[in-house]
């Protein structure tokens, strides 16, 4: 009797086990959320920019398996942008400014693996922009805000470095809304990424 309760007990134990070995393998995981990190260079907006900057974004989604190959989601994720300084047009040299900006967006993704470790994506949604302009004219310093929505869409390519782990290069950009004066603009983003995504299991 006590030997059948202990293989019964064995056998549950097992069970339990393997379901969520297999949860581990591509194949075997139709439903992942994930988290990713990245760098990157980002263009000048206007040419009254000073050189590229770079910048940072973390994210997290969740994926469900069209088919072994084919997976749809969604995710959302910040971007913190960097300090970036800039002349004004059409003034004095003296006139310089610099902006600030956090970015929020949700965005939808499709990703499909060409072969068992690479894969290509794509990622469009609505982006948030908090920017502010910090400028001084004739030796007073002046801030502007300029919030808004604008359209962000990514392209990229990945490499399964693990089961878990995927490495990825991308290009992303963004829409802008663009006024005669630059602290009245909503400035455009067309940046190149790398990044890490790491799938829970």
């Known amino acids: 009797m006590k030997n059948n309760i202990k293989t019964n007990i064995l056998g549950i134990l097992v069970s339990s086990?393997?379901?969520?070995?297999?949860?581990?393998?591509?194949?075997f995981m139709?439903?992942?959320p994930y988290v990713s990190a990245q760098i990157e260079i980002a263009e000048k907006p206007y040419?009254?920019?000073?050189?590229?900057?770079?910048?940072?974004?973390?994210a997290a989604g969740y994926q469900w398996g069209y088919d072994q190959?084919?997976?749809?989601?969604?995710?959302?994720?910040?971007?913190?942008?960097?300090?970036?300084?800039?002349?004004?047009?059409?003034?004095?040299?003296?006139?310089?400014?610099?902006?600030?900006?956090?970015?929020?967006?949700?965005?939808a993704v499709l990703d499909v693996y060409v072969t068992p470790v690479v894969d290509f994506f794509a990622k469009a949604g609505p982006s948030a922009t908090f920017q502010k302009f910090?400028?001084?004219?004739?030796?007073?310093?002046?801030?502007?805000?300029k919030d808004g929505l604008a359209a962000k869409f990514v392209l990229g390519v990945?490499?399964?470095v693990t089961p878990?782990?995927?490495?990825?290069?991308a290009h992303e950009f963004q829409t802008s809304h663009r006024h005669d004066?630059?602290?009245?603009?909503?400035?455009?983003?067309?940046?190149?990424?790398?990044?890490?995504?790491?799938?829970?299991?």
């Open 17 to 27: 086990i393997i379901p969520t070995t297999y949860a581990c393998i591509p194949e």
């Open 30 to 32: 139709p439903e992942t």
């Open 47 to 58: 040419s009254d920019f000073e050189a590229r900057k770079a910048q940072g974004r973390v």
């Open 69 to 107: 190959d084919t997976k749809v989601g969604i995710e959302g994720g910040i971007n913190f942008f960097e300090n970036a300084h800039y002349t004004i047009s059409n003034q004095a040299a003296n006139d310089v400014g610099s902006v600030r900006r956090i970015g929020l967006d949700a965005l």
């Open 134 to 145: 910090k400028y001084n004219h004739n030796g007073m310093t002046s801030e502007n805000h």
């Open 158 to 160: 990945g490499y399964d």
């Open 164 to 169: 878990n782990v995927n490495a990825y290069l």
């Open 181 to 201: 004066e630059m602290e009245h603009s909503r400035l455009p983003t067309n940046n190149t990424a790398i990044g890490i995504r790491y799938h829970f299991c």
